[in-house]
T-cell receptor, first 115, second 115 residues
């Protein structure tokens, strides 16, 4: 089955700097890669996602890149702000039907942005 | 759009009793709903996948007779923790996915404490 590895487990940056979180996956058939942000005690929120037919996607200060050959994808946050502090999870799934639509999550990265 | 609610947000029950948690998609029809369990500072662990009108599919190691899942309508899935024990104390989160889409949207979670 699919296995998703996420690094680093913790990341501390200064306000205004960039943050990069990386994930690798094992199932070459995976074709959907979302990123979730979870603040303490709250629900995971979808912040950006990418499908396998796209190499990069950007939404304001957030971007995701995908390298299907190497089976890794990354989250890039530029101009970080204290409110970006949270735990970020990457995930992977293939298709959207039946059990193949299950998201497999990485272990999470705790991002701390110091003012 | 894509709002998922969960009720209750927290519950305390005595060992041996049962607890029901509801997950509702408020503004879309969810043919598939997922139930996760999250321990402190850990990732989301998929417990089961439920499709409207059919039996839930449980992940390996999850007892289907202990965690009863019902997905009776396109907007409601319920998780009943039967004969709860202190080790069942955890944060339970549901997510919902609309037909023919990839995105999963999460409920706010239910914190269960079994005394």
């Amino acid at each position: 089955g699919e296995n998703v590895e996420q690094h680093p487990s913790t990341l501390s940056v200064q306000e205004g700097d960039s943050a990069v979180i990386k994930c690798t996956y094992s199932d070459s058939a995976s074709n959907y890669f979302p990123w979730y942000k979870q603040e303490l005690g709250k629900r995971p929120q979808l912040i950006i996602d990418i499908r396998s037919n796209v190499g990069e996607k950007k939404d304001q200060r957030i971007a995701v890149t995908l390298n299907k050959t190497a089976k890794h994808f990354s989250l890039h946050i530029t101009e970080t702000q204290p409110e970006d502090s949270a735990v970020y999870f990457c995930a992977a799934s293939r298709d959207y039907g039946g059990s193949q639509g299950n998201l497999i999550f990485g272990k999470g990265t705790k991002l701390s942005v110091k003012p | 759009g894509a709002v998922v609610s969960q009720h209750p947000s927290w519950v305390i029950c005595k060992s041996g009793t049962s607890v029901k948690i509801e997950c509702r998609s408020l503004d879309f029809q969810a043919t598939t709903m997922f139930w996760y369990r999250q321990f402190p500072k850990q990732s989301l662990m998929l417990m089961a996948t439920s499709n409207e009108g059919s039996k839930a599919t449980y992940e390996q190691g999850v007892e289907k007779d202990k965690f009863l899942i019902n997905h009776a309508s396109l907007t409601l899935s319920t998780l009943t923790v039967t004969s709860a024990h202190p080790e069942d104390s955890s944060f339970y989160i549901c997510s919902a996915r609309a037909p023919h889409t990839y995105e999963q949207y999460f409920g706010p979670g239910t914190r269960l404490t079994v005394t």
